[in-house]
């Protein structure tokens, strides 16, 4: 079967973020961040917009309202972190494996995007839709499928579009093993993880720019407004 040697499209009219949910501050080593630059590397290559947050950085508070300040926590920097999220085509989540599961940022995060949900698009559609997204998950200890499942289950039922292969990871021995940037380790060279991230990414181009191109998905069937207003989109009149 015969492959373009040339990607089947233009991207450089998206924009993506990756969102890396390390515990480590700048400007210390995150061997989170060691993976998700390959995949942004490929991004930017093809002329992706790419913006990348280290939210350990930032004083979020925790809570699942849009403006935690409202709620008495003294500092939020997620009003200011938002809109470039929500300015965003493609959305990566990149998260390291504690205990087998996932970290306090990563929750922390999840609750955040939550938050937003109830916002809406200027189809009246949730936020969320139209959104392409995936997650980069790394380690030396089992768990990888696990995060990575819990996680992309979130960002679907928030309404963003999973592409298929949309999670990849390295996982080092278990136990105190060598992480992902640790000399030696194995984890940069590794063809599994080299191939999983690289179909990670172009498979979210591709679904990012069919989003794009088609304006989202139809505002038919998922407005919240028009449920609300009594339209009910085919579903059976039970009161007969």
């Known amino acids: 079967m015969s492959v373009s040697p040339e990607p089947p499209a233009r991207y ?9 949910c390390t515990l480590t501050p700048s400007p210390g080593t995150s061997n989170t961040k060691g993976l998700m630059d390959r995949s942004a590397s490929i991004m930017r290559a093809a002329g992706v917009d790419v913006d990348m947050v280290r939210l350990v950085d930032h004083d979020i508070a925790p809570g699942v309202q849009p403006d935690m300040r409202e709620d008495g926590f003294p500092m939020d920097a997620w009003p200011e972190l938002w809109p470039r999220i929500a300015a965003a085509d493609i959305l990566v989540v990149g998260t390291p494996i504690w205990l087998g599961d996932s970290p306090s940022v990563l929750r922390r995060l999840i609750e955040r995007l939550d938050a937003m949900s109830s916002e809406t698009n200027d189809k009246g559609q949730y936020v969320y839709y139209g959104k392409a997204a995936a997650t980069i998950v ?8 696990h995060v990575a499942m819990s996680t992309l289950f979130a960002l679907q039922h928030i309404g963003c579009t999973i592409p298929p292969g949309a999670d990849a990871g390295w996982v080092g021995e278990a136990g105190p093993g060598p992480s992902y940037l640790d000399d030696g380790s194995g984890g ?3 063809d599994f993880t080299n191939q999983n991230t690289t179909f990670l990414t172009w498979n979210l181009l591709h679904l990012a720019r069919l989003l ?3 304006g989202g998905y139809p505002a038919y069937g998922n407005v ?12 059976p009149d039970l009161r007969t």
């Open 12 to 20: 450089d009219d998206l924009t993506a973020i990756y969102l890396n």
């Open 138 to 145: 790394t380690g030396n200890e089992d768990g990888l499928k």
């Open 188 to 190: 940069p060279e590794n």
């Open 212 to 214: 794009k191109d088609a």
């Open 224 to 235: 919240g407004e028009r449920w609300e207003a009594g339209e009910r989109f085919g579903y």
